[in-house]
């Protein structure tokens, strides 16, 4: 087997070695070894099942125990560790199937501001090493290293191989890394070997890397999408790439142009750094199903509370709202409306959901409603002076008011009055 560079997940050393091969210098075998490893600089950094993980930091009795996050026996699975998806449980499976495959499981609600703030501190830690951080969520970013090595003394994959050393040991979290020399390759790469993996992809050997693949690793690829390709005989990557980009648009439209392109490991995507979310939303699962049109709206208004206090937070204002009702059956409606002007305020935000509810509430009953608020802009432009709409102001005064009240005294110090009960 000929040498290829390497580096050491454990000890940083870099080296002549082999893939999976065991470290000169501390014994471990955690070796990174690919023949193109100096040229790849751009990453995919995945939290290992976060949440749970970030539980776990703070509950070390439950280190090696079955965990789960999410809601009561009504509700849905948040996240899990590694340990309850062996039995088969996975994020979004119903609360009650997932507890009879893992009876065994400890159940604990989810807390998002800890995970917010591990998160932030994830991020600065990314933001050390490079300034091209692009967050897709709260665990996971995209990275550009390009043109670090001088800055941090070795390649990029010595300088990420430090950065989780890090973030294990300042957050008390595991991570995975992709690295590759495309965005969509160094995202499949992230998930190729959790926990704690480490797996680069470059141009000499994608093909091999992508055609044993089931065609679910391709982001965008969800259920329905898998089941037609399936359908069509198409189960692999491989299978995807030969066909033609051609026949793959005239089957499955502007999606069969991105299949073609990433089974052929294309993407000329920029990382980009610092990007917005694109939604704030909050959503609740009942302890029974509601069909109360009334009762639907007594739970949407807290939730419209919620997601207003993070626009606000975060300086954002909602160009639209979508609202989001789930049957008994787990069939999910969602409706959407968007404004003349962005808002950040509660109060406009309920009065656009709350119409939208209440002409989707005959498909009820429902175990679920929530609030998204979308199209998000800078918070500079929101609620600005409307003479046909002189209540606003009114409106922002009262809020801001309540705002500086539960900044004092809490959260739960004030409230209006259909926040009651």
Same mark, same amino acid.
């Given at each position: 087997?000929?040498?290829?560079?390497?580096?050491?997940?454990?000890?940083?050393?870099?080296?002549?070695?082999?893939?999976?091969?065991?470290?000169?210098?501390?014994?471990?075998?955690?070796?990174?070894?690919?023949?193109?490893?100096?040229?790849?600089?751009?990453?995919?950094?995945?939290?290992?099942?976060?949440?749970?993980?970030?539980?776990?930091?703070?509950?070390?009795?439950?280190?090696?125990?079955?965990?789960? +996050? &999410?809601? @009561?026996?009504?509700?849905?699975?948040? !996240?899990?560790?590694?340990?309850?998806?062996?039995? =088969? %449980?996975? *994020?979004?499976?119903?609360?009650?199937?997932?507890?009879?495959?893992?009876?065994?499981?400890?159940?604990?609600?989810?807390?998002?501001?800890?995970?917010?703030?591990?998160?932030?501190?994830?991020?600065?830690?990314?933001?050390?090493?490079?300034?091209?951080?692009?967050?897709?969520?709260?665990d996971e970013a995209y990275?550009?290293?390009?043109?670090?090595?001088?800055?941090?003394?070795?390649?990029?994959?010595?300088?990420?191989?430090?950065?989780?050393?890090?973030?294990?040991?300042?957050?008390?979290?595991?991570?995975?890394?992709?690295?590759?020399?495309?965005?969509?390759?160094?995202?499949?790469?992230?998930?190729?070997?959790?926990?704690?993996?480490?797996?680069? +992809? &470059?141009? @000499?050997?994608?093909?091999?890397?992508? !055609?044993?693949?089931?065609?679910?690793?391709?982001? =965008? %690829?969800? *259920?329905?999408?898998?089941?037609?390709?399936?359908?069509?005989?198409?189960?692999?990557?491989?299978?995807?790439?030969?066909?033609?980009?051609?026949?793959?648009?005239?089957?499955?439209?502007?999606?069969?142009?991105?299949?073609?392109?990433?089974?052929?490991?294309?993407?000329?995507?920029?990382?980009?750094?610092?990007?917005?979310?694109?939604?704030?939303?909050?959503?609740?699962?009942?302890?029974?199903?509601?069909?109360?049109?009334?009762?639907?709206?007594?739970?949407?208004?807290?939730?419209?509370?919620?997601?207003?206090?993070?626009?606000?937070?975060?300086?954002?204002?909602?160009?639209?709202?979508?609202?989001?009702?789930?049957?008994?059956?787990?069939?999910?409606?969602?409706?959407?409306?968007?404004?003349?002007?962005?808002?950040?305020?509660?109060?406009?935000?309920?009065?656009?959901?709350?119409?939208?509810?209440?002409?989707?509430a005959g498909y009820g009953?429902?175990?679920?409603?929530?609030?998204?608020?979308?199209?998000?802009?800078?918070?500079?432009?929101?609620?600005?002076?409307?003479?046909?709409?002189?209540?606003?102001?009114?409106?922002?005064?009262?809020?801001?008011?309540?705002?500086?009240?539960?900044?004092?005294?809490?959260?739960?110090?004030?409230?209006?009055?259909?926040?009651?009960?």
């Amino acid at each position: 087997m000929t040498p290829v560079e390497s580096v050491c997940r454990h000890c940083l050393t870099r080296a002549t070695g082999y893939a999976g091969g065991v470290c000169g210098q501390c014994g471990r075998r955690a070796l990174v070894a690919h023949p193109e490893l100096g040229d790849l600089a751009l990453a995919h950094l995945d939290c290992d099942a976060f949440y749970a993980s970030v539980e776990k930091r703070d509950r070390p009795e439950l280190a090696d125990s079955p965990l789960i +996050v &999410g809601g @009561g026996r009504r509700g849905a699975v948040m !996240a899990c560790c590694y340990i309850t998806r062996m039995t =088969g %449980v996975r *994020s979004a499976m119903p609360m009650r199937r997932a507890l009879a495959l893992c009876p065994d499981a400890t159940v604990i609600r989810p807390d998002m501001a800890k995970y917010r703030e591990a998160g932030r501190h994830i991020r600065q830690l990314m933001e050390s090493v490079t300034p091209l951080v692009e967050p897709v969520s709260i665990d996971e970013a995209y990275l550009d290293l390009s043109g670090t090595e001088a800055l941090h003394g070795g390649p990029p994959a010595q300088t990420l191989a430090r950065l989780v050393q890090r973030i294990e040991r300042e957050v008390g979290v595991t991570a995975s890394i992709g690295l590759s020399y495309a965005k969509v390759l160094a995202k499949i790469a992230s998930g190729a070997d959790k926990p704690r993996g480490f797996v680069a +992809v &470059g141009r @000499g050997d994608v093909e091999d890397f992508l !055609a044993p693949k089931p065609v679910s690793i391709i982001p =965008g %690829v969800g *259920s329905s999408l898998e089941q037609a390709l399936l359908r069509d005989g198409i189960c692999t990557v491989g299978d995807l790439a030969r066909h033609g980009e051609s026949q793959l648009v005239a089957r499955y439209g502007a999606m069969g142009r991105r299949l073609a392109q990433v089974a052929r490991g294309l993407d000329d995507r920029p990382v980009a750094p610092g990007g917005p979310p694109k939604s704030v939303s909050a959503e609740t699962t009942f302890d029974s199903d509601v069909a109360a049109t009334d009762a639907l709206l007594a739970a949407l208004w807290p939730l419209a509370e919620r997601v207003s206090a993070r626009l606000k937070e975060q300086d954002r204002a909602a160009g639209s709202v979508r609202i989001k009702l789930k049957t008994r059956s787990f069939r999910v409606l969602s409706r959407s409306q968007r404004l003349d002007d962005p808002t950040k305020l509660a109060e406009r935000l309920y009065a656009v959901a709350a119409p939208l509810v209440e002409q989707a509430a005959g498909y009820g009953p429902f175990r679920l409603v929530g609030i998204a608020a979308a199209e998000l802009t800078d918070g500079v432009h929101a609620d600005p002076p409307n003479l046909l709409a002189p209540e606003r102001q009114r409106t922002a005064a009262v809020e801001s008011a309540m705002d500086a009240v539960r900044a004092k005294l809490g959260p739960g110090a004030i409230t209006k009055g259909r926040g009651l009960g």
